[in-house]
């Protein structure tokens, strides 16, 4: 699943999307129904609920560099990778290990 999706289907996947936002998760269940991944946003920011419920999922993370994808500390893509890998390591400390690709 990718945000892409939600734009192929924006009455009724936005609508999913808001619910969760209001704090309704198992929204989740039907965004992510019928896939068997998801990638990038705004699936990420619902990784601790798919753990939950997928007990033997795994991420994968990716690092993106400073240097090679935003070395301008005025650029916001400097910006965006400083928190794309914030994010990383919030997932890296309350993620198992094994759980970790």
């Not at 209001?22 to 609920?49: A, T, W």
């Amino acid at each position: 699943h990718h945000m892409s999706v939600a734009m192929l289907q924006p009455r009724q996947k936005v609508k999913l999307w808001k619910d969760v936002y209001e704090g309704d998760e198992s929204s989740l269940l039907k965004i992510f129904e019928g896939y068997r991944s998801f990638l990038d946003y705004p699936g990420c920011l619902c990784y601790e609920f798919l753990m939950r419920t997928n007990p033997n999922a795994k991420i994968v993370l990716t690092k993106l560099s400073v240097e090679k994808h935003g070395a301008d500390p005025l650029d916001a893509s400097c910006d965006l990778v400083k928190l794309y890998n914030d994010w990383n390591r919030t997932v890296k400390s309350t993620v198992a290990k094994n759980r970790l690709l």
